[in-house]
């Protein structure tokens, strides 16, 4: 508070309603390989009819990476993901295929005088696009007689804002974006987007101001195409250029004659027909950054598990999710149970030791809509998807196992479905058996983590508990940053966290806890080396995982109590 000079009155105000937030655990990461979409850009869908929306329907190369993505999605209801980039993938264009990874690099791309619409993501889809134009030649019959003149108002003529500058300049165009195969909609010829009234002009604006520019409008709003060397040729460049000085060379719009532009793009690819273990692993670097991206959940399909281990590694230096791996498809599709067991022990062997990753037995068995297919796909969607379940039904550092919160949704069969014997080495090699339990459908019938030496981070719900305590608690510290580190600060702090504690330990996820925070851990030593210490002693609740029941015969005449003491 600062001091009065003179007498007076000073009012103040101290906030001290500071609490622990509250914090998310159940968003899921995936990066894969899909027909659509931006590449190595984050994109949050919550169904899978927006995963679909956004990424295209999965095909005979790329399903195992669509169907994964979709299982966490019967589950929860938000998932963070990134398309890969695959070697030879180009967006479809009306010239030779170019690559535009995504928005934030368009500037960056160079266009050929040819290339004047380009689609707006890489990948075959984007040969079912076409681009028709209408300018101010086609005016009275001219219009009225072109297919999508119904869509528009009247037809296109100078805008408001070339008037004043040449009332003949003729800037304006409309455009049609249509799906000319069908390979988008379904449907041959479905109209995907109009913009009506647009300009050549690049210095056009309408009346709030907003550009008016062709090239502005679409490549701010379309979700199917960008302009690319449409206006840089001699097309009308500010309102004071004439039409006559526009002329009509390539990438003008104006002085063309009474046709109707159009332009039918091609030449898009989705690159190889596999995505390599080191294409899939670039792309998971785009979930990383703790910083940038919130996650809690990663997953990643059926690789080699040196993918597997990367995805490990990254959740392990975030320390703030959990990554799910499953061993690959032909590790227990088609043989038999001895070599699934075999292979599924080989690939968790190889599978570095974590508290911050988890692995499953077995591919599972699916039906793929979108194909009229069953196939086999990995559980690791599934498993994630079990843990996002269990926080919204019970909380984060309740077990996803077991009969009362593992059941997963949609499986028609597992590949591997291990004998007891065969879960007990499972288990022993840090895998969590899947189970098809008759009468009671599809469980996960375990919760290990992948670490190796006995700990209770061994366990998921202990590591998944710990994840939510150290985020939430990290966040509220934020706020002790450049306090004074005395006792004032010390006690705020620990009034901050012991509430919450006490919170958690009401929803049975702690048996005790402690909080020191005073001078026996803040030293003058640490407080002259400008740090705050709190040491915060958690006895974490555990998961059953081992059941015994004794059943004890005695004579009609012996008391219970005789016996049970």
């Known amino acids: 508070m600062a001091f009065q000079v003179s007498p007076g009155v000073l009012v103040s105000e101290i906030d001290a309603t500071n609490v622990v937030p509250a914090v998310s655990t159940n968003i899921g990461g995936f990066a894969g390989e899909f027909n659509w979409g931006p590449v190595g850009k984050v994109v949050q869908v919550s169904t899978e009819n927006e995963l679909a929306e956004e990424f295209g329907n999965p095909d005979d190369n790329n399903f195992d990476h669509f169907l994964v993505a979709a299982s966490y999605l019967k589950y929860g209801n938000a998932l963070k993901v990134v398309r890969g980039k695959v070697a030879g993938m180009l967006n479809s264009c009306n010239g030779a295929g170019i690559l535009v990874e995504n928005e934030d690099l368009l500037s960056g791309v160079s266009f050929s005088a040819t290339q004047n619409f380009v689609s707006r993501y890489a990948g075959v889809l984007g040969d079912s696009l076409r681009i028709e134009i209408a300018h101010s030649d086609i005016s009275g019959g001219n219009f009225s007689a072109w297919s999508h003149s119904g869509l528009f108002s009247e037809a296109p003529g100078t805008s408001d804002y070339a008037k004043p500058?040449?009332?003949?300049?003729?800037?304006?165009?409309?455009?049609?974006?249509?799906?000319?195969?069908?390979?988008?909609?379904?449907t041959k010829g479905t109209v995907l987007e109009t913009y009506e009234f647009?300009?050549?002009?690049?210095?056009?604006?309408?009346?709030a101001g907003n550009s008016l520019f062709f090239k502005d409008v679409i490549n701010q709003k379309s979700e199917y195409i960008y302009v690319g060397a449409a206006a840089?040729?001699?097309?009308?460049?500010?309102?004071?250029?004439?039409?006559?000085?526009?002329?009509?060379?390539?990438?003008?719009?104006?002085?063309?004659?009474?046709?109707?532009?159009?332009f039918s793009l091609a030449n898009g690819s989705n690159g190889t027909l596999t995505m390599t273990a080191n294409e899939l692993m670039d792309a998971y670097n785009n979930l990383a950054d703790g910083d940038t991206v919130d996650l809690s959940l990663l997953f990643c399909p059926a690789a080699p598990f040196a993918v597997a281990n990367k995805v490990i590694e990254i959740a392990g230096n975030r320390k703030d999710c959990m990554a799910f791996v499953s061993p690959e498809i032909n590790d227990t599709e088609g043989l038999s149970s001895s070599d699934q067991l075999t292979r599924v022990l080989d690939f968790a062997s190889n599978?570095?030791?974590?508290?911050?990753?988890?692995?499953?037995?077995?591919?599972?068995?699916?039906?793929?809509?979108?194909?009229?297919?069953?196939r086999y796909i990995a559980a690791s969607g599934h498993i994630a998807g079990l843990c996002a379940k269990s926080e919204r039904l019970s909380d984060a550092w309740f077990s996803p196992a077991g009969f009362n919160r593992g059941n997963l949704l949609?499986?028609?069969?597992?590949?591997?479905?291990?004998?007891?014997?065969?879960?007990?080495?499972?288990?022993?090699?840090?895998?969590?058996?899947i189970i098809s339990a008759p009468g009671q459908g599809t469980v996960l019938f375990g919760d290990k983590t992948l670490l190796k030496r006995p700990s209770a981070f061994d366990r998921i719900n202990v590591r998944r508990l710990f994840i939510v305590l150290e985020k939430a608690v990290s966040t509220a510290a934020k706020f002790q940053l450049f306090e004074i580190n005395d006792e004032f600060t010390r006690a705020q702090f620990k009034n901050l966290v012991e509430p919450f504690l006490r919170d958690v330990k009401g929803r049975r996820g702690l048996t005790d806890f402690s909080v020191i925070c005073d001078d026996t851990n803040n030293t003058s030593a640490v407080i002259d080396g400008n740090r705050f210490v709190a040491d915060i002693f958690v006895k974490p609740a555990r998961s059953i995982n081992f059941i015994q029941l004794n059943f004890i015969a005695t004579r009609s005449g012996v008391e219970f109590s005789e016996i049970s003491s």
């Not at 647009?198 to 009346?207: G, N, R, V």
């Not at 309102?239 to 109707?260: I, P, R």
């Not at 597992?414 to 004998?419: K, M």
């Open 410 to 433: 949609g499986i028609t069969k597992l590949a591997f479905n291990p004998t007891a014997g065969q879960r007990d080495s499972l288990y022993k090699a840090r895998v969590n058996p």
């Open 232 to 262: 840089d040729a001699d097309g009308l460049t500010e309102a004071g250029q004439t039409v006559a000085q526009a002329g009509a060379t390539a990438g003008g719009f104006v002085n063309t004659g009474t046709d109707v532009l159009s």
């Open 165 to 186: 500058i040449d009332a003949d300049s003729g800037d304006e165009i409309h455009i049609v974006v249509k799906d000319e195969d069908g390979l988008i909609t379904g």
């Open 198 to 207: 647009l300009s050549q002009a690049s210095d056009a604006k309408d009346s």
């Open 351 to 374: 599978l570095d030791s974590s508290s911050y990753g988890s692995c499953d037995s077995s591919s599972l068995y699916v039906y793929d809509k979108y194909n009229d297919v069953y």
